[in-house]
């Protein structure tokens, strides 16, 4: 079936160092989006790639970064984490004419010790 | 801006129970509407949308929607809720420009026996 993947589903880091979570999708879709979601609260948007193109928003912190190296693979690198960072982090696909519609992966939870 | 509000941050049913969902939006055009849901640990599923047509909506899992565009809505439905619907249900609208969603702030559904 196609998917989006997350490793790691569970990702355990200290204060300070810095982490990779990725996502691969079998979609071939276009957009890959990375969201942040705190318990109990809304998925928040943090960037999306347009094929190549990077779209960060505005409120994004430097700390989050991210890479596509390829359609299928998109990375989340938080180069500092804080507590505040630990969160639910959601990777989702759209393709070209159903933008808005988003698949979305099962989430990678970080916990910052 | 667009914006979504779910007015009710909890609800519980009885098992065999319907179960509504309320959902509205603020948007200029003809939207375009999602609900997903959430399971605890999870990512977010699609459960159905709508685009244009019919204004009730299909979905999985036995749930529709249905869009007044008069009362800028769109409510969930089901009418007998079993104990795995359980979850975090999340409305979005398609943003006006640009290929993201505007999620809600949820609605965390309990099913008692």
């Known amino acids: 079936d196609a998917m989006v993947i997350q490793n790691p589903r569970y990702q355990v880091t200290q204060f300070g160092k810095p982490v990779t979570l990725s996502c691969s999708q079998t979609l071939n879709h276009n957009v890959m989006y990375w969201y942040q979601q705190k318990s109990s609260q809304a998925p928040k948007l943090l960037f999306h790639?347009?094929?190549?193109?990077?779209?960060n928003e505005a409120d994004t912190p430097d700390n989050f970064q991210s890479r596509r190296p390829n359609t299928s693979f998109c990375f989340l690198d938080i180069r500092s984490p804080g507590l505040g960072d630990a969160a639910m982090y959601l990777c989702?696909?759209?393709?070209?004419?159903?933008?808005?519609?988003?698949?979305f992966g099962p989430g990678t939870r970080l916990t910052v010790t | 801006a667009q914006s979504v509000t779910q007015p009710d941050i909890h609800i519980t049913v009885s098992e065999g129970a319907s179960l509504e969902l309320r959902c509205n939006y603020s948007?200029?055009?003809?939207?375009?509407l999602f609900w997903y849901v959430q399971s605890p640990g999870q990512g977010l599923q699609l459960l159905l949308k709508y685009f244009s047509g019919d204004t009730l909506v299909q979905g999985i899992k036995g749930f529709e929607a249905e869009f007044k565009r008069s009362q800028s809505s769109f409510n969930l439905r089901k009418p007998s809720v079993h104990w795995s619907d359980a979850a975090e249900y999340f409305c979005?609208?398609?943003?006006?420009?640009?290929?993201?969603?505007?999620f809600g702030a949820g609605t965390i559904l309990r099913v008692k026996s």
């Open positions: 948007y200029g055009a003809t939207p375009y």
């Open positions: 989702a696909t759209s393709r070209v004419g159903a933008l808005h519609e988003q698949y």
């Open positions: 790639y347009y094929d190549k193109d990077f779209n």
């Open positions: 979005a609208v398609g943003q006006e420009y640009g290929n993201k969603l505007v």
